[in-house]
């Protein structure tokens, strides 16, 4: 009923107790190459790799070995141990990191993972044979929060000390699942390390309070070597009456697009194959620091390299704060290095609703949305979210 109201063609649908992704145009692709598979959630496109990608970038430190001189023999020969992890030690555990939710908590966690190689700890999929668990949670999606209810559980029953971080603790601090837990907020990434450290010691840390946005040029190991997701801004502008990501992620802010600029020219030179630009809200991009959306895309590529070696996907923009600017946004996204193609969440086919959700746009924009950038950009396509039994 509802592609009929937008008098769109659906190619799938996917509907929950919570929003899911519906292609109302064809797959993503790069012109003169292979379509890229339809995009899901973050952890099911990535895949299974390790977060090192094939190699963890060097420490800060040198890794520690033990020297040991044999007994009762008059030979001064001596003989290098294994280092074994030990908690008095720091930078010699292995920290088991999990990841739940959008493309926005996989970059945070491989900022952090980054952050904890880089001093010397060792990250791993592999739960049971780790020192420390720290997982990184979602508040959207109810199945993500039970999944990190059911492995906090876990983690407890093994015995193991922990860390949760993400919109889960920083939107509700007070859940009865985070007692005794230690906890990290969304702005607070970039001390990790310190709230590890103090957790293996058998303290309990909670750093919640917001501060400016952690640096784009920490440490970062990426779940996929060829795939960088840069965060272009936290938080919003809108105030949807169904929400919980604005009590967790915050009010709009944004990164400078000469930060922005600089973090593309160096994964461009690590051989990044696709740049995936992250936020909670990218069609606000910019409005808390006197800029736009269009000017940050034109200045992202003109760093791309010619021969389409990386390419650039947009993040997900809510039409509000795209309407204005949808002829620059088309000419954007008819650059070769650039997928044509965009998430557009429309949460309802009904004004009534939207006005309920607070959504502050109608149906009718919606489609002048989808209408002008399908008829501006050939091949267009957009992904959509659509709300089942919002309580009104």
């Known amino acids: 009923p509802l592609a009929r109201h937008l008098s769109l063609p659906v190619v799938r649908f996917a509907s929950a107790h919570c929003p899911r992704r519906t292609l109302l145009s064809p797959r993503p692709h790069r012109r003169d190459a292979t379509p890229p598979p339809a995009m899901e959630d973050i952890e099911d496109v990535l895949g299974p790799a390790g977060f090192s990608g094939g190699g963890a970038p060097p420490g800060l430190r040198l890794p520690l070995s033990t020297v040991a001189v044999k007994p009762k023999r008059r030979s001064s020969k001596l003989v290098q141990t294994q280092p074994q992890p030990d908690a008095r030690i720091p930078g010699t555990q292995t920290i088991y990191v999990k990841t739940f939710g959008c493309s926005h908590n996989q970059s945070d966690s491989e900022y952090m993972s980054g952050q904890l190689s880089a001093f010397g700890y060792a990250i791993t999929e592999e739960p049971?044979?780790?020192?420390?668990?720290?997982?990184?949670?979602?508040?959207?999606?109810?199945?993500?929060?039970?999944?990190m209810s059911t492995l906090i559980s876990k983690c407890k029953t093994a015995n193991k000390p922990l860390v949760v971080a993400g919109c889960v603790p920083q939107g509700s601090r007070d859940l009865k699942e985070l007692e005794?837990?230690?906890?990290?907020?969304?702005?607070?990434?970039?001390?990790?390390?310190?709230?590890?450290e103090?957790?293996?010691?058998?303290?309990?840390?909670?750093?919640?309070?917001?501060?400016?946005?952690?640096?784009?040029?920490?440490?970062?190991?990426?779940?996929?070597?060829?795939?960088?997701?840069?965060?272009i801004n936290v938080g919003c502008l809108g105030a949807c009456t169904y929400c919980k990501t604005k009590h967790a992620r915050g009010h709009l802010g944004s990164y400078s697009?000469?930060?922005?600029?600089?973090?593309?020219?160096?994964?461009?030179?690590?051989?990044?194959?696709?740049?995936?630009?992250?936020?909670?809200?990218?069609?606000?991009?910019?409005?808390d620091i006197g800029t736009n959306l269009p000017n940050l895309l034109n200045a992202i590529v003109a760093e791309l390299p010619a021969d389409r070696s990386t390419m650039l996907r947009i993040g997900m923009t809510n039409p509000p704060f795209i309407l204005e600017h949808l002829n620059e946004i088309a000419s954007v996204l008819r650059h070769p290095c650039v997928?044509?193609?965009?998430?557009?969440?429309?949460?309802?086919?009904?004004?009534a609703v939207l006005?309920?959700?607070?959504?502050?746009?109608?149906?009718?924009?919606?489609?002048?949305?989808?209408?002008?950038?399908?008829?501006?950009?050939?091949?267009?396509?957009?992904?959509t979210d659509i709300i089942c039994g919002f309580p009104g």
């Open 355 to 383: 006005k309920a959700m607070n959504r502050e746009y109608t149906v009718s924009e919606f489609r002048m949305v989808v209408d002008t950038l399908c008829e501006l950009v050939p091949g267009m396509q957009i992904a």
């Open 198 to 231: 103090e957790t293996l010691k058998g303290h309990e840390v909670r750093l919640l309070s917001r501060k400016t946005l952690p640096s784009l040029d920490l440490p970062k190991v990426r779940k996929n070597k060829f795939i960088e997701i840069l965060p």
């Open 339 to 351: 997928y044509t193609f965009l998430h557009v969440p429309v949460q309802s086919g009904s004004d």
């Open 128 to 147: 049971e044979g780790a020192d420390l668990w720290l997982i990184n949670t979602c508040t959207v999606k109810n199945p993500s929060q039970s999944a």
């Open 180 to 196: 005794g837990i230690s906890i990290i907020g969304v702005q607070q990434i970039d001390r990790v390390v310190e709230v590890v």
């Open 257 to 287: 697009i000469d930060s922005l600029v600089d973090r593309v020219k160096i994964v461009v030179s690590e051989g990044v194959r696709e740049i995936w630009l992250s936020s909670e809200d990218t069609g606000a991009y910019g409005r």
